[in-house]
């Protein structure tokens, strides 16, 4: 589309550049076009208001607005009206091409910089820090910098403090150099842990959870306790105590056997099926392996329920012995 100028034969384009373009790289000297009879303010009005039928970039549409908001000195009501927006959509487009320092729109409009990267990293820069946007663009016009690596710096750029903002800002390619490390280490297979490692692992864990019900049995166990409750909560300490009597025995095995060069036989230490309390031999029933631990166990008396206290605390790294009465409807044999 083309309208008149002041001088006759002369034409002002007002949309079709690509094709334009394109005929001149075919050496086409002549082109079909639209007259539009009327001012240029309305050509670009009407050329605005066709535009709904394509897609626009951002910061194009916005120049245009801008053109007829502080050139032609429309109104943004106006306009909204004119192109079939609301009057709010047409003052953020105005706003957003104003707030773009020129320096970025420039490379915009000159093809050498994307829309993307203005809108999405550029202008949030310059909306915190106007020189800290203009430090990443010369950056960026000297190194060739991908989506990812411009989002992980914005993201990086909100959660710090001024100081941090100032050393990043102050040499960004320090930390593109250090995200990239960070890649290379999480593409490095890790290390495979050792059986040994994973058993030191391992009973660390068991210890810190013992920690913490010794630290929670003296608010449960109370002298208020019901029998059910009670039962109920005694279990898993029963059952957790033929675990602990199974691998020990599986240690004493493993460690006879090794000694004598034959294979141990771990029929009757490793557990199957369920490992519900019915199912496991009683711990009274095994020799225990720690000598601090080989005396013959007393009977759980049912009259008293043993809670630590500050003058009498567990402990430290022991399994909880919880003693109670036996409700007459609990499905657990005495022992």
């Given at each position: ?37 009327g ?68 490379r ?15 202008l ?14 010369q ?5 060739v ?43 490095d ?114 009259d ?32």
């Amino acid at each position: 589309m083309v309208y008149p100028g002041e001088r006759a034969g002369l034409w002002i384009l007002i949309d079709g550049y690509l094709r334009v373009e394109a005929l001149k790289c075919l050496d086409q000297e002549v082109v079909r076009a639209e007259v539009f009879h009327g001012s240029e303010e309305e050509a670009l009005m009407v050329h605005l208001a066709r535009g709904q039928a394509r897609n626009w970039e951002v910061v194009e549409e916005a120049a245009l607005i801008r053109e007829l908001h502080d050139r032609f000195g429309c109104s943004l009501r106006l306009l909204a009206a004119r192109i079939g927006r609301s009057a709010s959509w047409v003052s953020h487009r105005v706003s957003l091409i104003r707030e773009l320092p020129e320096e970025v729109l420039e490379r915009v409009l000159q093809g050498r910089l994307s829309v993307w990267a203005a809108i999405r990293i550029l202008l949030p820069f310059a909306r915190a820090n106007s020189a800290h946007a203009q430090v990443l663009l010369q950056h960026m016009e000297k190194n060739v910098l991908s989506t990812r690596q411009l989002q992980d710096l914005w993201h990086h750029y909100q959660r710090s403090g001024d100081a941090v903002r100032q050393q990043l800002m102050k040499a960004p390619d320090l930390f593109f150099k250090s995200l990239h490390a960070l890649e290379m280490e999480k593409q490095d297979p890790p290390l495979e842990e050792s059986p040994e490692e994973a058993w030191m692992r391992e009973a660390r864990i068991i210890g810190h959870i013992l920690q913490r019900l010794q630290r929670l049995a003296p608010r449960i166990f109370v002298p208020e306790l019901s029998d059910g409750l009670l039962s109920n909560l005694c279990r898993p300490i029963r059952r957790l105590d033929g675990l602990l009597n199974q691998l020990n025995l599986q240690i004493q095995g493993c460690s006879r056997h090794a000694k004598s060069g034959s294979a141990p036989d771990r029929s009757n230490t490793a557990p199957t099926g369920d490992t519900s309390a019915g199912n496991l031999p009683h711990p009274e029933d095994f020799t225990q392996y720690d000598p601090e631990l080989s005396a013959p166990r007393e009977e759980c008396h049912t009259d008293s329920l043993p809670c630590a206290s500050a003058d009498h605390p567990p402990p430290a790294g022991s399994v909880p012995q919880v003693q109670g009465k036996r409700h007459p409807n609990s499905g657990d044999s005495p022992r």
